[in-house]
């Protein structure tokens, strides 16, 4: 298994724990849409949230800078294609950021859950 792999899975282990420890619940991991990935489609009361995880090892600057508008429009479509596959109403979905920044011993420095992102115009 290669070291991006691995550190994908880790920083998607991170992060679901962080969004249970916040009161949400994990319903898929791993999604495969027509347009890509989705990490993590977690429920938050009554809003299906699908979550990207941004994980950093030892590199300047933080995760969540990693984000660019492309993936968010990418992200957003593949949410919509989620919500018509699964019966979800898009006007209950939003979605969220985990970054998480690692040590150079491959501890997690810095977590940090952003909520509703905007997603930006083409």
């Not at 699964?86 to 150079?104: Q, T």
């Amino acid at each position: 298994m290669s070291q991006r792999k691995d550190l994908g899975e880790f920083g998607e282990r991170v992060a679901a724990h962080r969004l249970e420890a916040s009161g949400m619940r994990i319903l898929a991991r791993n999604v495969r849409t027509r347009g890509g990935e989705i990490d993590i489609v977690a429920q938050d009361g009554g809003d299906t949230v699908f979550v990207e995880v941004r994980a950093r090892r030892n590199v300047p600057g933080v995760a969540a800078e990693s984000l660019t508008p492309l993936k968010l429009r990418r992200m957003w479509q593949c949410a919509m294609d989620y919500c018509d596959t699964n019966g979800v109403s898009p006007e209950r979905a939003r979605i969220d950021l985990v970054s998480i920044d690692l040590g150079p011993r491959g501890d997690a420095t810095h977590v940090e859950h952003f909520r509703g992102l905007e997603v930006p115009e083409a």
